[in-house]
């Protein structure tokens, strides 16, 4: 007993859990509960090492090492220096709340000391939640759980899972006094109780709409960059044979995937003659993905969007551009380019542009009701990616049709619920015909953006200034913390 007793004494021991889980969090496929527990341990370690600098130092590396394990899971397409200096990166941003914590925690008390973490992880969240995964991301098969983010955004996700840790290390180093679990336990659990009601009622209100859009969704590629030399419009015929599938099928709209079709200088309008006629003899919106490459310059990955009677109703550019990877493409205005089907108001993104929540909020502010994100992905990261899209989805009350190469292609309700997931991996064909809802659902969080994000942030400050005029707090011996 003595020896399982200074085992769990051992703060390394809490560095392992919490490192195991941190990486159970992230990658392909996850584990939801490690999100919770991850921190909860790595927090413990923190504040149980008899050297909090040389702490953060070893969590540094360690998530650092856990970075390089996802990341390499995943497939990322980096590699040597840059690699590893991306994963160093990552693992300082992940190590910076725990210099925040060992600076104010002792000095704020009761509930207020719980805050520091969760704050925190919102305020760096909301402004890295493009470029660093995410914890909430993994909650995203709970939908009950899930709903907040259609008030908070996914900072509502993010201030839960750390106020749950550091709940938990508050009532852990109280040595479980019924005073700690009454008062700050009693807060946290309340507010979980209280979030997962708010879904449970949601979902159950939610109305089965009987109004139905049939969309397909088209993950082929028919054609390559280095295909160009040779290129005859006739090497996109696969595409087109699909299509006419769909049409025949009853889909009212068909959406290609990101960069189905990639044409030379001057073969573009061909491309998209070919879909007005398409359109117009099939009586569909047809949005075409294409990348079009210019003797020279910047290329141009966009969707070109066809209504029945052979009008272009849609012409954007990706205004997003994935940090290193997309450097020979130019960048789009920055506006969520948005048409009108049949009185249905659809917003149309690409691809990384979905990893960016303020910049989707444009369609949520517009009333968008079908948000189309065709995409491409690789094997490694097809479950990894589709994840953020599905939060974007609640955040602002519209279904999502996310028509994907190399990727999951998925539809979901304005709740974040799957209606068809067809993997380009499968052995099935890469065509997928859903009823996508017509109608979306107004969310606070489209109405007011990341508030509950900015009043994180302010309360953060107002905790640093509270902390600083206390001064310095004797810090209790790490050793009888330890014991505890």
């Known amino acids: 007993m003595n020896r399982i007793q200074a085992l769990f004494r051992r703060s390394h021991l809490w560095l392992a859990l919490g490192l ?3 990486v159970l969090s992230h990658g ?21 090492s008899a050297r909090p600098w040389l702490s953060i130092l070893t969590i540094w590396i360690g998530m650092s090492a856990c970075y390089e394990i996802v990341f390499s899971g995943l497939g990322v397409p980096l590699s040597g220096g840059l690699f590893h200096t991306v994963c160093l990166l990552m693992a ?8 925040v914590d060992g600076c104010f925690y002792r000095k704020l008390r009761g509930a207020a000391a719980t805050l520091v ?38 900072g509502g996700l ?19 006094d019924w005073q700690c679990v009454k008062k700050e336990g009693s807060l946290l659990l309340g507010a979980l109780m209280l ?53 025949d099928e009853g889909a009212r709209v068909i959406a290609w995937a990101e960069g189905s079709a990639e044409t030379p200088r001057g073969k573009e309008e061909e491309l998209i003659e070919r879909g007005k006629e398409f359109a117009k003899s ?38 997003n551009l994935v940090p290193g990877l997309e450097t020979h493409l130019k960048k789009g205005d920055g506006v969520v380019a948005a048409a009108n089907i049949d009185g249905v108001r659809t917003g149309h993104v690409i691809c990384y542009d979905i990893d960016f929540p303020a910049y989707i909020r444009q369609a949520g502010r517009s009333g968008v009701d079908v948000l189309f994100a065709p995409s491409s992905d690789w094997r490694a990261i097809r479950r990894f990616h589709a994840r953020p899209a599905r939060i974007r989805a609640v955040e602002n009350g519209c279904s999502l049709v996310r028509p994907t190469i190399q990727g999951l292609s998925i539809a979901t309700d304005p709740y974040g619920r799957v209606l068809a997931c067809q993997d380009y991996f499968s052995d099935g064909p890469r065509l997928t015909i859903v009823e996508v809802p017509t109608s979306g659902v107004p969310t606070f969080y489209a109405s007011h953006g990341d508030l509950f994000s900015h009043a994180s942030i302010a309360l953060l400050a107002i905790l640093a200034g509270v902390a600083c005029l206390r001064g310095s707090i004797t810090r209790e011996p790490t050793q009888t913390l330890a014991q505890r």
Not at 37 to 44: D, E, K, N, S
Not at 158 to 176: C, D, K, R, T
Not at 205 to 216: D, G, I, K, R
């Open 195 to 247: 979030v997962l009601a708010y879904g449970e009622t949601r979902l159950a209100l939610a109305s089965s709409q009987e109004e139905t859009l049939p969309v397909a969704m088209i993950s082929e590629k028919a054609n390559s960059y280095r295909d160009l030399r040779t290129y005859q419009l006739e090497d996109l015929e696969g595409l087109f044979r699909l299509s006419q599938e769909a049409a």
């Open 117 to 154: 973490w969760p704050l925190t992880m919102v305020t760096i969240s909301f402004f890295t939640l493009a470029y660093v995964p995410s914890l909430a991301d993994a909650q995203v098969e709970y939908p009950p759980l899930i709903q907040i983010v259609s008030i908070t955004g996914a």
């Open 28 to 48: 392909s496929v996850t584990v939801p509960i490690c999100s919770w527990f991850a921190f909860v341990f790595l927090i413990r370690y923190h504040r149980t």
């Open 282 to 319: 099939n009586e569909v919106y047809l949005f075409m993905s294409v990348i079009s490459h210019p003797a020279s310059g910047l290329s141009e990955n966009k969707t070109v969007g066809i209504s029945p009677d052979g009008q272009i109703v849609v012409d954007y550019l990706k205004a």
């Open 92 to 99: 300082a941003v992940g190590a910076l709340p725990f210099l």
């Open 158 to 176: 993010v201030f839960l899972i750390y106020w749950f840790a550091a709940v938990l290390n508050q009532i852990w180093e109280s040595g479980g």
């Open 20 to 22: 195991t889980m941190f």
